[in-house]
């Protein structure tokens, strides 16, 4: 099943899904999900292969424990993924701990023609050979074979109980070594909050999460090595700027709270044209009266107003987004393309990368196309976040060789 033999490097797949949608409304749309999953697994036939959940388990995570479990099994069963022999999956579900639990799940597949592929120990600072297929839930924290962090609650105080943090593990495959971190930043807790400055103080929470992050990861406790960092990273366009552009030739209302003075709506109305109502602004109202322009050539006039990234631009690369925003979707199974009217559409959902790590990425000469960056379910409810892939080939002798036996990591790929 994985890769063309003519085809050089080792195939792998990325894969990004923010779930918790998948976990409220099981019955309708797993089985979708799923399938619209099988289907790229299929048609990129990856040697290793990597799936970073955020909200996994829902917003009630005990509640939906059963569910949690049916969907972890079907992963590691189904007949789609039966060439896949081994794997790891680190479900985060001590959902009792506010002090630690982040709802993440990663997973993380190896093809049975895949050869000595190894983890690391970042306790023993060794790395140790996959075998088997292994769970491990509950308290990720005794688990020497990654690092989790959920974020001090200080970095986001009008959330009393946030669930953002990240996972990092470290893989050697193909005789190099990387990192993959799962990821959830902060979300947007006011439209009228981000609409007040351009950078809004959200995004600001995240730059500081995110370099919180990089810093993290390539202190100097471990041999620096290539990293990918794909998640639910919450980057937002910036708001102003994207409402001074949709309504340019419109005149703003301002509606207030009688008893606190408090701005609680903003209606943008056309000028002319019988003072038609454009937007709708409230703190978790969205409404603008056109939605194509969020889907017409796949968003790509929104993409000036996506600037979150460029603060990073020095240590973290990004393929060019050719897909439409993937949040906030409609959770109506019968709604694939419909985005919601809670939040202006974004592309939430990224895979990122270090510049070494780009460099890794086997980019043929040819004219088969070797890497794609995409998102799953175009046309199909996949909940409220669209997953989001990359699709590459880790070029022969990429990077220096690292060590492929019990031993600590002496020769980074860089």
Not at 32 to 61: D, I, S
Not at 245 to 262: I, P
Not at 370 to 391: E, Q, R, S, W
Request: net charge neutral; hydrophobic share 35%.
């Amino acid at each position: 099943m994985a890769g063309k033999a003519a085809a050089p490097g080792t195939a792998v797949l990325l894969v990004t899904a923010n779930v918790g949608s998948l976990f409220d409304d099981p019955d309708n749309l797993q089985k979708n999900w799923l399938r619209e999953f099988y289907q790229v697994v299929h048609a990129h036939k990856p040697h290793f292969m990597a799936l970073h959940c955020q909200e996994f388990g829902g917003k009630n995570y005990e509640a939906s424990m059963s569910h949690v479990d049916k969907f972890v099994k079907e992963l590691l069963s189904s007949d789609a993924m039966k060439e896949y022999n081994r794997a790891r999956v680190y479900l985060d579900e001590n959902y009792r701990s506010q002090e630690h639990f982040t709802a993440l799940g990663s997973f993380y597949f190896l093809h049975e023609s895949l050869k000595n592929i190894y983890q690391f120990d970042f306790k023993a600072k060794k790395y140790k050979k996959v075998t088997g297929k292994e769970i491990y839930s509950d308290t990720l924290e005794s688990t020497p074979m990654l690092e989790k962090e959920k974020f001090p609650q200080d970095y986001f105080p009008e959330c009393k109980w946030s669930r953002k943090g990240f996972v990092r593990t470290r893989w050697c495959v193909a005789d190099c070594a990387f990192d993959l971190v799962n990821i959830h930043l902060f979300h947007d807790a006011s439209n009228l909050v981000a609409w007040e400055t351009s950078p809004s103080v959200y995004a600001g929470i995240r730059h500081k999460a995110l370099g919180y992050v990089l810093d993290r990861i390539i202190d100097q406790r471990f041999e620096k090595v290539s990293y990918f960092v794909f998640g639910d990273f919450n980057f937002r366009l910036d708001s102003k700027s994207v409402v001074e552009t949709l309504c340019t030739k419109a005149t703003m209302q301002t509606v207030r709270a009688a008893d606190t003075n408090e701005v609680v709506k903003l209606i943008f109305r056309e000028s002319d044209n019988d003072r038609k109502v454009m937007l709708q602004l409230e703190k978790k109202l969205f409404d603008y009266f056109n939605q194509e322009v969020f889907r017409d050539d796949n968003g790509t006039a929104l993409l000036e107003f996506d600037k979150e990234l460029s603060v990073f631009k020095d240590r973290l690369y990004e393929l060019d987004i050719s897909f439409p925003p993937s949040y906030p979707y409609s959770e109506d199974s019968s709604q694939g393309r419909q985005y919601m009217n809670t939040r202006c559409p974004a592309w939430c959902d990224r895979v990122l990368m270090s510049p070494s790590a780009k460099e890794l990425i086997l980019r043929s000469e040819s004219e088969e196309k070797v890497v794609t960056y995409d998102h799953i379910g175009p046309n199909v409810c996949m909940g409220d976040h669209k997953p989001v892939f990359l699709a590459f080939r880790v070029a022969p002798g990429a990077g220096r060789r690292c060590q492929r036996h019990e031993r600590t990591l002496r020769e980074p790929c860089l």
